[in-house]
């Protein structure tokens, strides 16, 4: 248990259906990160919020568009999706701090999304 | 953030020490480096963290030579728990507006019985 929670654990949806994707962190975190993972592939970062800015991957189609109402919460809305997009999404959380630098986040179970 | 490398996959017995190098060549004064595990169909878990010499955890050691462009994990008698992904990442850290996390290919370690 990291503290950070996702919901729902497996989802299928078809390419006309819109779902979102649901991450809670418990351990008062500066930013979110959504992670997208394919199979035999490297985790590809898709989204940061951080202190409520939000830096983005131009490389993520419009399809995929996130939420960050809060520092505790962030939503990943879905709409559209190809059967490609089929992954596992993770979410993750770390905390900014500006005298210490850090790459230590901590991750969700993540959301196996299933697109037919 | 610095490009790493790393050995595609690596094979051990259980009870061995297991030693996984990564080369950063450019990495910056700032950077610091840190190592993830991931299990299949699970998110990464951090495992530890050093900026220089040596750091020890529960879980691990980091070796970092003085000049920093490589850095070892090492895993004390593993186990077939111990079955996994490894990461390396360098950097420094989150930036406003500039986040650039890149996980890589990774080390995919097998534990043999």
């Known amino acids: 248990e990291t503290g950070v929670t996702q919901t729902p654990r497996h989802l299928v949806m078809g390419m006309t259906n819109k779902k979102s994707l649901k991450c809670e962190q418990h351990?008062?975190?500066?930013?979110m990160y959504w992670y997208k993972q394919s199979a035999k592939k490297p985790l590809e970062l898709m989204f940061v919020y951080s202190l409520e800015e939000r830096v983005e991957n131009n490389s993520v189609p419009s399809r995929f568009s996130p939420e960050c109402p809060n520092s505790s919460h962030l939503f990943l809305h879905l709409h559209t999706l190809q059967p490609e997009d089929s992954a596992l999404y993770l979410c993750a959380s770390s905390q900014v701090l500006f005298r210490d630098n850090s790459y230590e986040q901590y991750f969700g179970p993540g959301t196996r999304l299933t697109v037919t | 953030l610095a490009k790493t490398t790393q050995p595609i996959s690596m094979d051990s017995y259980e009870g061995q020490e297991v030693n996984i190098t990564c080369s950063h060549n450019n990495i910056a004064t700032n950077d610091y480096i840190t190592w993830y595990q991931q299990f299949p169909s699970q998110g990464p878990r951090f495992i530890i963290q050093g900026y220089k010499t040596k750091v020890t955890n529960e879980v691990a050691s980091l070796f970092i030579p003085a000049d920093r462009k490589s850095s070892t994990l090492s895993l004390p008698r593993v186990s077939l728990s111990d079955t996994a992904v490894y990461y390396c990442?360098?950097?420094?850290?989150?930036?406003?507006?500039?986040?650039?996390?890149?996980f890589g290919t990774g080390t995919r370690l097998t534990i043999i019985p």
């Open positions: 351990l008062g975190h500066n930013a």
């Open positions: 990442l360098v950097g420094d850290g989150p930036n406003f507006g500039n986040e650039k996390l890149t």
